[in-house]
């Protein structure tokens, strides 16, 4: 689950992590109050679940009440990558003198946290060079020691007898003890600034594992599934959307993972990631086909390797969407696998002629998009 920025921020400020004096504004009248109680130059920043949101527009710095409730306006008008603004965040404006990055995560190769800092934060930290980002896996027996934040404070080229050297030590095991308490799997500042002697979280970002959930009541729970994946989830299936014209279906994740890359490197695009494997039968599946039809794709490619999965479940739940429902853009299947003769039989009569191969199939798909 991701959190806004302003819920990171409450939970850090919880913590006592120094974040900017502020709170959320619910709409532009709100704003301008809060910004009159700050009473000084501000930041209103729009609170959307996507980065980038500077360079899209959605961060404004007004100087008084009045500046603040006009951009407030300005960014609760905005949609931002898709997602539109509900809630702004309103705090003060800092003095910047230095941008800084620090997150800790989850290595799932590793199987241990890591955590990432560098002395070169802000918008384009993706783009810092290799040299410039400092990685330090934690042992989860021995925790976050002084000495391991010691140590990242010293690679980062920041005095530990400085004022912000101490600061950053202290706030390095906060983000750590955040990350274990909360079940977090992502605990990210960026930036993370200097503003004279003091340092100061100026972003948060905190994901919480779905799974671990149970165990925090006292969190706000945010939803940010689309309306089609949470359908998609309460007929039990894993959806993700994309942003492509190919509406892929697939039994299991490793071959819809691999139908997607068998697409893209065709030159095709997915327009999301569904799995309907492990047994999943007639009815859902033909529930799962018109969850793909309401996206309106060029093509749906249904690519079944049948184990568990039925191939004839499949073709009648395509044959039941078809007659009943009716499928208006092409559909090309790939059917291999448990019954895959009684499958392909039931297309066919219904006018549809299923592949072998899953590269063929993939080829078709991308060929029928440009037709």
């Known amino acids: 689950m991701k959190m806004f920025e302003y819920m990171g921020k409450e939970l850090f400020a919880k913590y006592g992590l120094p974040v900017p004096k502020g709170r959320m504004a619910p709409n532009p009248d709100e704003a301008a109050k809060i910004a009159a109680e700050i009473g000084g130059p501000c930041v209103v920043k729009s609170q959307v679940l996507i980065g980038k949101r500077g360079k899209a527009g959605g961060i404004k710095f007004p100087n008084s009440p009045e500046e603040a409730k006009k951009a407030a306006e300005e960014v609760f008008a905005m949609t931002i990558q898709g997602l539109p603004v509900e809630a702004v965040l309103v705090e003060e404006k800092l003095k910047i003198d230095k941008e800084l990055y620090m997150s ?33 896996h934690i042992d989860p027996e021995m925790g976050m020691q002084a000495f391991i934040a010691r140590d990242v404070v010293r690679q980062m080229g920041i005095s530990l007898n400085s004022a912000h ?43 919480i594992d779905d799974d671990a959930l149970f165990r925090h009541k006292d969190l706000p729970y945010v939803e940010d599934r689309t309306a089609t994946e949470k359908a998609a989830k309460d007929l039990g299936l894993s959806y993700v959307e994309l942003d492509g014209d190919i509406a892929v279906m697939a039994n299991g994740a490793g071959i819809t993972m691999t139908t997607l890359d068998t697409l893209q490197y065709y030159g095709g695009r997915p327009a999301n990631f569904l799995d309907c494997g492990g047994g999943t039968g007639r009815e859902v599946t033909a529930k799962a086909l018109e969850l793909l039809l309401t996206k309106n794709p060029k093509v749906i490619f249904v690519n079944i390797f049948g184990g568990i999965t039925r191939c004839d479940d ?21 059917l291999v696998g448990t019954n895959q003769d009684i499958g392909r039989e039931i297309l066919k009569g219904v006018g549809i002629e299923a592949f072998d191969f899953m590269n063929e199939a993939a080829q078709k798909a991308i060929e029928l998009t440009k037709a």
């Open 314 to 334: 499949v073709a009648n739940a395509i044959a039941d969407v078809k007659k009943d429902k009716g499928i208006p853009m092409p559909i090309v299947v790939r």
């Open 165 to 207: 050297g101490k600061q950053l030590v202290s706030i390095i095991q906060t983000l750590y003890k955040i990350f274990k308490e909360q079940d977090a799997e992502l605990v990210e500042i960026n930036p993370l600034v200097f503003s004279d002697d003091k340092v100061i979280a100026a972003d948060a970002k905190v994901t």
């Open 104 to 136: 800790i995560t989850v290595d799932g190769a590793a199987k241990m946290p890591v955590l990432i800092a560098s002395a070169y934060g802000g918008m384009d930290i993706e783009e810092q060079p290799e040299e410039y980002i400092i990685k330090k």
